[in-house]
C-alpha cells in the first residue's frame, strides 16, 4: 500500500504538467504555432515546411497545483509522514495534479499560389488530471475515528484521462491587410480513456440513537461512476498475454483503430495598427465517442451499517444459525450495487483557449525605422500580454503570460515570458528559436527559477523540437 | 555574440537542472496509520430466549454464532497492528450475566477469547456495564487467525420466570497501518 502511496505523491509532485505553451504562441518562427493558433501569422516567405518525424515537436508538462516534492521529500527534521500529513490538510479539494504529454509524430505546411498555408499532421498526446481527493485521503490516512460526524465528499474522487492520436489538417490565410484567419479539423484516435467526474454522496460515522448500535455508518446518496474504455480488453488473457500485445492493440488503436472523435481548432490574428496586434484561437472544440471497449462502472445507493445483529434463534442438535455476514454482505451490494455497463459515452476534450495582445517595436539593424508590418525586420521586439485557459472537470483553469520577444539575427529569436497561473505567480519562462539554413529548431522551458532545484517546482513545461522550412 | 550566450543560457539551464535537498528513500518510512472504528454486534435478550444447554447445568444460556470473514483475511493479518473491542449492556435482569465470546478458526479452533461480568439490574432498573478489551500486538495474530465468533451469555439461574432485558452495543476499534 505504501508504496502505491509512493507512486501517488511520487505522480502529483514530480510529474504533474498542464497544457499551456506560452513561450510557443504567437512565435510565427515555430511551424507549431499554427498548433497553437491556427489562424497565427505565417511568415510571407514561408513556402513549406516539414517536421523531423518524431522530434518536430516533444512537449512535456506537469504541474501541481498544492504541494512540490520539496514539500514531501525535502531534507528536514520532520518526519515524512507528519508532511504528507501536514500537505494533505493544507491542500483543497480543487487543488490538481495534472500531465500532459506531446509527440509529433509527423508535422507539414505549405503556401499555395492563392496564399493559403495549408498545415496537417499526427501527434500522440497523453492528458491526465487528477483532483485532490481531499476528504478520501483524510479518511485513508486518519480513518474514521476521530471524524464523528463529518461528512466524507465522495464527490472529492474526480480524475480523467486520456492517451491518444490526433490527426489534423488545417488552413490558414491573411484575408486583408490586417487580419489573418485560419481552422483545423481534427480526428481524434482514442486508444485509453477514462473519467470519474461526476461522483457524488457521502460517508459519514455518527452516533447512534441507541435503538440499534453505538455508530451509525452512512452511505447516503452515493452516486460514484467510472467510465473506461480501451481498458476491458486488456483485461482479457485470451486477447493479451504480454506487453507486446498491449503495445501492439495501443498502436493499432493510434492510427485510426480506436474510438473515434472529431474536433476543431479555430483563430485569427488582427493587426489594430502599426504597432499594435490582437490574436485569440479556440483549441480541441470536439469529443470522441466511445463505442468500442467501453466499461463502465456504477455504484448508487444509500446504506446504514449498524453492525451485525444477532438473534439467537433456537436450534436444534446440528442446525446452523442464520448467515448473518452473508445477509449483511448481500444487503450492502443490494442497496449499493456496483454495476458493471457496457454503454457507449462521450468524452469532451478539454477545450483551450488563448488570447494576446501585442505592442510591437524595434529597429532594423541597420537603424533604420522599422515597418513593423513587415515581419522581414532584423531587430523586431514586441511587448505582450497572453491568457490562457483550459476547461478541466471542476472549473476552468487560467493562465495570464507578460512576454518580452526580439529577433536577435535574421536567424535568432527569444522569447522570455512571466506567469502567472493555478500553480505558481512567479514563473518565468524563456524559449529560443533558431533558423540555421533550412533547419529549425526551438527549445522552450518555464519555471526557470527553479531548475536550481526542481523538486520545489509546482509546474514544468519543455518544449522542444526540429523542422525544416523551405523560403521563396 | 549575445545570442550565443542565451542559447547557451537555456541549454545549461537544461543541463545543469537538478533536484536536490530531498531525500527520496524517505519513502520507505511512509506509514499510513487510520484508526477504524465500525460498529460490532448487537442484540436485545428477554428470558425467552435463554434456555437450558448441555454443557451449562444450573444455568440458562443463549448462544449464536456469526462470521467475521475479513479477520482471517490478507489485508487484517498484515495491516492490523491492535484492536480494541468495546461493550456497552445495559441489564434489567436482577442477576449478574457471563458474557462470552470466543472467537474460532474456520476449523471451529478457539484462537482468543473475551469474557465479561454484566453487573446484575437493581430494582428493576437496568445497570450500564462498559468493558473494553485490548488487543495488544502480541495478541493480534491469534485474533487474525479467527473468522468467527461464538456469543454466549449465560445466566445463573434456571429460574425462567425471571424478568428483565438485556441490551448489548458494541463496536471495535482497529489500528491499522501500512
Not at chain 1, 486518519?142 to 484521462?161: A, I, K, Q
Not at chain 1, 433456537?314 to 448467515?323: D, I, K, V
Amino acid at each position: 500500500m505504501r508504496y502505491v502511496l509512493f507512486c501517488f505523491v511520487m505522480c502529483c509532485t514530480c510529474f504533474v504538467f498542464s497544457q499551456n505553451k506560452q513561450l510557443i504562441y504567437g512565435v510565427e518562427e515555430i511551424p507549431q504555432s499554427l498548433l497553437l493558433n491556427p489562424g497565427g501569422k505565417v511568415p510571407l516567405d514561408q513556402k513549406f515546411h516539414f517536421g523531423i518525424p518524431l522530434f518536430s515537436q516533444l512537449h512535456i508538462n506537469a504541474g501541481s497545483s498544492g504541494v512540490t516534492a520539496f514539500d514531501i521529500f525535502g531534507e528536514s527534521e520532520i518526519n515524512i509522514n507528519t508532511k504528507i500529513r501536514n500537505s494533505i490538510f493544507a491542500m483543497k479539494n480543487t487543488d490538481f495534479f495534472t500531465v500532459t504529454q506531446q509527440l509529433e509524430l509527423i508535422n507539414f505546411g505549405w503556401r499555395t499560389t492563392s496564399d493559403f498555408y495549408f498545415s496537417g499532421g499526427i501527434y500522440q498526446e497523453l492528458d491526465m488530471i487528477t483532483y485532490f481527493p481531499r476528504d478520501l485521503a483524510i479518511l485513508a490516512w486518519e480513518g474514521n475515528r476521530d471524524y464523528l460526524n463529518y461528512e466524507f465528499d465522495l464527490g472529492d474522487l474526480n480524475t480523467s484521462g486520456d492517451l491518444l492520436t490526433v490527426f489534423h489538417f488545417g488552413a490558414n490565410k491573411q484575408v486583408s491587410d490586417r487580419l489573418t484567419l485560419g481552422a483545423r479539423a481534427k480526428i481524434y484516435s482514442s486508444m485509453f480513456n477514462y473519467q470519474s467526474t461526476n461522483n457524488s454522496g457521502s460517508f459519514v460515522t455518527r452516533l447512534g440513537d441507541g435503538s440499534n448500535n453505538i455508530y451509525e455508518h452512512v452511505l447516503q446518496d452515493v452516486d460514484v461512476s467510472v467510465q473506461t474504455s480501451g481498458y476491458g480488453s486488456l483485461r482479457n488473457s485470451d486477447e493479451v498475454s504480454g506487453s507486446s500485445d498491449v503495445i501492439g492493440k495501443f498502436l493499432g488503436r493510434a492510427f485510426l483503430g480506436g474510438n473515434l472523435g472529431v474536433g476543431m481548432d479555430v483563430g485569427a490574428t488582427y493587426e489594430i495598427n502599426r504597432n499594435w496586434s490582437a490574436s485569440a484561437s479556440v483549441l480541441d472544440f470536439g469529443a470522441i465517442f466511445h463505442t468500442k471497449d467501453v466499461e463502465n462502472y456504477n455504484a448508487t445507493g444509500d446504506y446504514t451499517l449498524n453492525g451485525i445483529e444477532l438473534f439467537f434463534p433456537p436450534l436444534s442438535e446440528g442446525e446452523a444459525t442464520f448467515p448473518y455476514y452473508t445477509n449483511l454482505e448481500d444487503e450492502i451490494t443490494e442497496q449499493v450495487p456496483i454495476d458493471t455497463l457496457y454503454n457507449a459515452y462521450t468524452a469532451w476534450r478539454p477545450l483551450k483557449m488563448n488570447a494576446g495582445i501585442t505592442y510591437h517595436f524595434g529597429k532594423l539593424l541597420g537603424g533604420n525605422e522599422c515597418d513593423c508590418l513587415n515581419r522581414g525586420g532584423d531587430d523586431r521586439q514586441s511587448l505582450g500580454l497572453q491568457l490562457y485557459s483550459i476547461f478541466r472537470p471542476k472549473r476552468p483553469q487560467y493562465a495570464a503570460t507578460l512576454f518580452y520577444y526580439r529577433r536577435l539575427t535574421d536567424f535568432l529569436s527569444a522569447k522570455i515570458t512571466y506567469t502567472a497561473d493555478a500553480f505558481s505567480m512567479d514563473n518565468i519562462g524563456l524559449g529560443v528559436v533558431g533558423d540555421f539554413g533550412k533547419f529549425n529548431v526551438y527549445l522552450a522551458a518555464d519555471n526557470l527559477l527553479r531548475y536550481g532545484n526542481l523538486a520545489k517546482a509546482n509546474s514544468l513545461s519543455l518544449q522542444l523540437g526540429f523542422n525544416i522550412k523551405f523560403e521563396n | 555574440m549575445y545570442k550565443y550566450a542565451l542559447l547557451f543560457l537555456l541549454l545549461s539551464l537544461a543541463v545543469s537542472s537538478c533536484i536536490k535537498d530531498t531525500d527520496f528513500d524517505q519513502a520507505d518510512e511512509i506509514e499510513l496509520s487510520p484508526v477504524v472504528e465500525l460498529d460490532f454486534l448487537f442484540f436485545t435478550l428477554e428470558i425467552d430466549d435463554f434456555q437450558e444447554n448441555p454443557g451449562f447445568e444450573g444455568s440458562l444460556t443463549v448462544v449464536d454464532t456469526t462470521e467475521i470473514r475479513f479477520l482471517d483475511g490478507s489485508f487484517a493479518q498484515e495491516n492490523l497492528l491492535s484492536a480494541e473491542y468495546f461493550f456497552k449492556v445495559s441489564n434489567s435482569f436482577p442477576i449478574g450475566v457471563d458474557a462470552n465470546f470466543n472467537f474460532l478458526t474456520e476449523e471451529n479452533e478457539p484462537f482468543y477469547e473475551i469474557d465479561f461480568l454484566i453487573a446484575p439490574g437493581t430494582n428493576n432498573n437496568a445497570t450500564l456495564t462498559e468493558f473494553i478489551q485490548t488487543i495488544t500486538a502480541e495478541e493480534i495474530e491469534q485474533l487474525t487467525q479467527t473468522n468467527k465468533v461464538v456469543v454466549t451469555f449465560t445466566l445463573k439461574t434456571l429460574d425462567e420466570n425471571l424478568s428483565g432485558v438485556l441490551n448489548l452495543q458494541s463496536k471495535t476499534t482497529y489500528f491499522l497501518r501500512f
